[in-house]
């Protein structure tokens, strides 16, 4: 299964620039990258043969084209090509969307395709946010603050001309709206986008690494427990909830589905790992609004805490909601630490 990765951004905040570090990166020369619309890109001087129309091979080896009607198109036409040989075959797919892009329904438009489906999986979400400008935006614009809060990782650019303090308060609005996403900064040049595509959520190889640095993560969130507060971000929470005893994996799966077919758009994001009663070995949930991810079992438990977590990161949801109709599901929480400090709202 191919990954198809989403790189998401507000306006300006280094989605092109960051394509172009990875078009340069030889271990990614086996990508097929689509973007908009090609002059912005400015990948001229990359571009060696057009193979058909709209699909280049560049120098660096990968592939790329614009989505002129759909996406769901322009992935099955470059599976199509690469399957008679038109094109190279390539191992991953990297959707770079425009800057007001909400990247949800893009996560959706793939899930939804049967014949996507049969080749493809989602991959990593990536939100880039602008170092010098990524807290003036949030403030000013309701995208970025989705892009955040969806995303797999994130990239904090401009590190090289943003001043300390301004870095330091984008990265801790940052955090307070996403608090278990793995960030890093970029300066434009020389980034490695190993960090932003090497493991993810959906590759099963590499699962239990994955699940491990969100989990730590979500005990560093547990035990900073900032709160950020602004009149964009009133609304979105993140919280964990912890549950003791072993989960009825079906009956989760019920309440799992009829929540998201509730409520969907206001489930930004929920990840979790359960202890569940037909299994001794953890099962791992992913979910961006409507879509989950197939969930995953893990091999080995990545610590020694065997209670169930989920994260979740809402909006226009309250926590105490989601405690309650779950509860009535899989049991009580865990006494004293579903609101503890891990409980912030932004
Ligand atoms: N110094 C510096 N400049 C950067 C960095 N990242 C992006 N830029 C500059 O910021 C401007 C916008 O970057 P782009 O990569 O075009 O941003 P984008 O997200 O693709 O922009 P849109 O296509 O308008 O959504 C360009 O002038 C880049 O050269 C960085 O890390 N450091």
Known sequence: MI???????????????????ILRAPAFSDSAVIVNEFGEV?????????????????????ICCTVRSDLQETIRDLQAKAARGAIPSFARVIVETTGVADPAPIVSTIAAEP??????????????????????????????????????????TKADIADAGALAAVEARVAALNPLTPMARSTGAGFDPEFLFGDDVGDAARRA???????????????????????HTAGTQSFVLRYPDRIDWTAFGVWLT??????????????????????DTPVVIHGVQ?????????NAWPDDDRESRIVFITRGLDKSRILRSLSAFIGEPTPGRTADAADRVS
């Open 258 to 279: 009829a929540l998201l077919h509730a409520h969907g758009e206001k489930i930004l994001r929920v990840k979790g790992i359960l202890n569940v009663r037909e299994s």
């Open 42 to 62: 400015g990948l001229d001087h990359l571009l060696i043969e057009e193979v058909e129309e709209g699909v280049l091979l560049l120098d660096s080896g990968c």
């Open 3 to 21: 990954p198809v990765n989403v790189v998401t951004g507000f306006l300006g905040s280094g989605k092109t620039t960051l394509l172009r570090e």
């Open 290 to 298: 409507h879509v989950v991810h197939p969930p995953m079992h893990l």
């Open 115 to 156: 014949v996507i489906r049969q080749h493809f999986r989602i991959g990593n979400i990536v939100a880039c946010v602008d170092g010098v400008n990524g807290a003036a935006t949030l403030d000013a614009h309701p995208e970025p603050e989705k892009q955040i809060a969806v995303a797999d990782r994130i990239l904090v």
């Open 209 to 231: 690494a994955e699940v491990s640095r969100w989990l730590a993560l979500s005990e560093q969130a547990g035990a900073d427990g900032h709160a950020h507060h602004s009149d």
